[in-house]
């Protein structure tokens, strides 16, 4: 089994920025795919970003394209969320989770497993 922490959440105001980080732990593995979703007060989870472990394919949610970015630090088992120019509907409660393996990152939700606790994101206007 693999645990999964997020950290890095926190109050910012609009424009501002924050990284995300999320640690695994346990019976890590290299092949797999790893994402992160937000879910907003009242709203359904849905897909942020996706990274390949084994490549360096990632992908984004539109809604964050150009500012946000995925990265992995492979050696850490740590997968990183950097969040720029933060707008207020970027609000959220902020989860990583493992991905299936394979070449690509999808965006259902019911495809991830092993979430982590959430890190919540409060983005000020």
């Known amino acids: 089994q693999v645990q999964l922490v997020e950290s890095g959440g926190g109050l910012v105001q609009a424009g501002g920025s924050l990284r995300l980080s999320c640690v695994a732990s346990?019976?890590?593995?290299?092949?797999?795919?790893m994402g992160w979703f937000r879910r907003a007060p009242g709203k359904e989870r849905v897909f942020v970003a996706g990274?390949?472990?084994?490549?360096?394919?990632?992908r984004h949610a539109d809604s964050v394209k150009g500012r946000f970015t995925i990265s992995r630090d492979n050696a850490k088992n740590t997968v990183h969320l950097q969040m720029n120019s933060l707008k207020p509907e970027d609000t959220a409660v902020y989860y990583c989770?493992?991905?299936?393996?394979?070449?690509?990152?999808?965006?259902?939700?019911?495809?991830?497993?092993?979430w982590g606790q959430g890190t919540q994101v409060t983005v000020s206007s």
């Open positions: 990274i390949s472990w084994t490549t360096n394919n990632t």
């Open positions: 989770a493992i991905g299936p393996r394979g070449p690509v990152i999808p965006t259902l939700t019911f495809l991830y497993d092993n």
């Open positions: 346990g019976r890590t593995s290299s092949t797999y795919n």
